[in-house]
């Protein structure tokens, strides 16, 4: 079979999607997918398996075939890739006779790259079925949701056996399963009914990053959502209540409040129920209330959040839940009220009648469900365990580590440590160590040991402090304990490398302050991004699709934060194809001048790294000097002039940080010392900041990880710097 090489995979993806980097497991996946393989990909909902057979497809000679139980979805995935220019139609019982036959023509001529099929169009007698298929002379198969073929799986539909005999009918055709779900049991049934052939099985973690975990306890609730939501006022979100009256109420309560918001339930009939998901998919309401009847087939890229009234009855309907937010992958909250009251009122419910076996199923998913509630840990951390995965016990974007841990560099402090046990030959025991760093005056410590440089350098920490720490170094295995005579302390290889400072040591401790749930970023305009969100509607009703198929919301924050001047730096925005460019692309750029010119705000392109599979890269000047246009020059002109930023800010009606942002332009290039706009403790900190955030493409987590006087000004300075001296 022929091989891509991975430079060609990425622009293909940017070229068909816009997209700069694959996720996850998507790229060997599509690897082995066009090398022929029968390929099983498991990956959490919202992750993007569907580029794992629709870029195949688009490589691959002949029609993908792709089979999926959503009807719903289904128009919607066929309407994402034709606003992306790709050919692909679906069949299903939805249309006419007429539609379909058009369909199938298309197809038969060579029109449809991507063909998508609900399980129920494929006939009992499945052989004219499949000679169909043969006259399209197909090169892949995609198997959406394939847990559908299994009886194990939790939503097993009988059609789907209709395809246990593809791999006899198409042998040397590759086939992709594609699949949330977590069991195992389920994922070897997938492979044997569907009768895979050696496949190459791709599981990716089902940790969502970009969601972040909130428990509360259920005491004023409305008030919190009025307010949670009024503080979020662009966003879209879902709150799930347990009782179809409550969501009419809650519903009410909140369009009383002037917040555009609907109910959806079971009991609504099926026409109400459509116009009610199709509003929201079009943001014209901005938050449903709905119980759990609400969510299949939702395919809303920027849901920013999902409440849960009321407690779940597992875990596993709870995370499903909150895995419709953030789909695009930017932030978003999970937010859960727990009580007490909540649990008893489900215990009643999780009696099956007659059923004993299913009734203490149903209890013990319920005491699960409220053990996580209860849970004094990271919240994180146990949903993965949960689903059977391992995590670390800190994951910095919970209720319970943000409010009461944070990672903390440890280095110092452990070297303290660590050169107390060496200087004192590695002879003693954790008590006479921590008297030694804290220079205690007990006649117990050698006399030669008080003249030693590690005495008393320890009275920073508390002795309990210094015990804890004893403890985490061994826990990591940092040091060893020797037991001869007495307990004693010794290094080995690790705890050397961290003394000699050649690595580092990083601990969760308990944090000193509170902090906030989400605050806005201010790094991008809001007002453009208003207007921006304003011309996709527009766009999106001449087009009659939803608002985030014309584009999503994350590029156009990329858009209100980078300000692109022309299609080739339009490029360099995620979500912009070729395709897209090409369609869109001038009505965007003409928002953007616009704004850009009334608000005298240059392109900040060059703070957008170029990425891989691009085609352009972003220009430079020559010599090295900024691609600076007038308007930065002479913000740096009046800086040299002895102007302070403020003054600057001022005299040109600019804010104070669009001058900021000028300036850093002049960091990059060397052209500023840096000195001169960051304090050296200032930079210091911030530099180390920016190595514990572990990234240097966003400016939030930094910030976040910084206290209120460290401005985003200063910080994107600092990582100009920090990216110039690190190469
Ligand atoms: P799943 O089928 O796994 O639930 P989808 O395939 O619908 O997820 O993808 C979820 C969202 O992520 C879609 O909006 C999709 O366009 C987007 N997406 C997928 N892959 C990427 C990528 N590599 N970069 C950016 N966005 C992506
Ligand atoms: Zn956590």
């Known amino acids: 079979m022929s091989t891509y090489s991975q430079e060609k995979l990425h622009g293909a993806l940017k070229h068909f999607f816009g997209y700069d980097e694959f996720r996850l497991t998507q790229l060997p996946i599509i690897e082995s997918v066009l090398a022929g393989k029968d390929t099983l990909a498991i990956m959490p909902t919202g992750a993007g398996k569907s580029i794992c057979y629709q870029l195949p497809a688009m490589l691959l000679p002949g029609i993908t ?44 001529n060579g029109n449809i790259k991507l063909l998508y099929i609900a399980p129920e169009r494929i006939p009992a007698n499945s052989d004219s079925f499949f000679s169909f298929l043969k006259g399209l002379n197909p090169s892949l198969f995609a198997i959406d949701e394939a847990h559908c073929i299994s009886s194990w799986g939790h939503d097993f539909r009988p059609e789907y056996l209709k395809l246990a005999v593809l791999k006899k009918q198409f042998p040397e055709l590759p086939v992709i399963a594609l699949t949330a779900s977590a069991d195992k049991v389920t994922q070897q049934d997938i492979v044997a009914r569907l009768a895979l052939h050696q496949p190459r099985i791709f599981i990716s973690s089902f940790n969502r990053p970009n969601i972040h975990y909130f428990i509360r306890q259920k005491k004023d609730v409305f008030g919190y959502i009025l307010e949670y939501i009024k503080k979020h006022k662009d966003d879209c979100g879902i709150i799930y209540a347990l009782s179809r009256a409550s969501t009419e109420g809650l519903a ?19 026409a109400e129920r459509s116009k009610v998901q199709e509003a929201f998919q079009r943001d014209e309401y901005k938050v449903i209330v709905a119980t759990i009847a609400f969510g299949m087939g939702i395919d809303k890229s920027n849901v920013r959040f999902v409440i849960h009234h009321d407690v779940s009855k597992n875990v596993e309907g709870y995370y499903q839940e909150t895995g419709r937010a953030g789909r695009d992958g930017l932030r978003s909250d999970a937010i859960l009220f727990y009580s007490f009251g909540d649990i008893m009122k489900l215990r009643r419910f999780a009696e099956v009648e007659g059923n004993p076996q299913q009734s203490a199923i149903s209890r013990r998913k319920l005491e699960l469900m409220q053990q996580y509630c209860e849970h004094e840990g990271c919240r994180r951390q146990y949903l993965m365990e949960y689903f059977g995965e391992q995590f670390p016990a800190y994951c910095g974007s919970c209720d319970y580590c943000t ?28 008590g006479y160590i921590i008297d030694v760093l804290r220079g205690s005056a007990s006649e117990k410590i050698d006399p030669a040991h008080k003249e030693l440089k590690t005495y008393g350098i320890g009275k920073n920490l508390k002795k309990e402090e210094w015990q804890w720490m004893v403890q985490q170094l061994l826990y990591h295995h940092f040091i060893d304990k020797t037991e001869d005579q007495y307990v004693t302390l ?4 690790k705890g050397w490398k ?22 806005e970023s201010p790094e991008y305009d809001q007002q453009l991004l208003k207007d921006l969100k304003s011309l996709r509607l527009d766009m999106a009703d001449r087009e009659h699709v939803p608002a985030y198929n014309i584009v999503a919301d994350n590029s156009l924050i990329e858009l209100a934060t980078y300000l692109p001047e022309s299609f080739d730096e339009l490029k360099h925005i995620s979500g912009f194809g070729d395709y897209k460019i090409s369609r869109y692309g001038s009505g965007f750029l003409q928002v953007i001048k616009r704004y850009a010119e009334a608000n005298n705000l240059p392109s900040r392109m060059h703070f957008k790294k170029p990425k891989k599979g691009s085609t352009a890269t972003v220009k430079k000047d020559k010599k090295d000097k900024p691609a600076a246009n007038s308007t930065m020059q002479s ?9 302070s930023v403020a003054e600057i800010a001022a005299q040109r009606s600019l804010s104070l940080s669009t001058i900021e942002t000028h300036l850093a332009a002049f960091v990059t290039t060397g052209m500023l010392d840096i000195s001169k706009v960051v304090s050296k403790d200032k930079l210091a900190k911030i530099m180390a900041t920016i190595k514990m955030s572990g990234q240097t493409m966003a400016l939030k987590p930094i910030k976040d990880l910084l206290s209120d006087d460290y401005t985003y000004g200063e910080i994107r300075m600092a990582l100009e710097y920090y990216k110039k001296v690190n190469g």
Request: hydrophobic share 40%; net charge negative; aromatic share 6%.
């Open 65 to 108: 075939i792709v089979i999926s139980p959503l009807i719903a979805l289904m128009k919607d995935q066929v309407d994402a890739l034709v606003a992306n220019g790709i050919y692909a139609a679906f069949l299903n019982s939805s249309q006419s006779q007429e539609q379909q036959q058009q369909v199938v023509r298309d197809a038969q």
């Open 252 to 270: 009410g309560k909140l369009h009383e409040a002037g917040i555009k918001a609907a109910y959806y339930h079971a009991g609504m009939d099926s």
């Open 403 to 430: 409010s009461s841990l944070e990672e903390k560099d440890a280095t110092v402090d452990a070297q303290k440590l660590l050169s107390a046990i060496v200087r004192t030959g590695e002879r003693y025991g954790a």
């Open 635 to 643: 913000t740096f002109a009046m800086f040299n002039d002895g102007m």
């Open 490 to 493: 010794k290094l080995n290889e």
């Open 498 to 519: 961290i003394l000699k400072g050649e690595s580092e040591l990083k601990l969760v401790m308990k944090k000193e302050k509170e902090p906030d749930l989400q605050e």
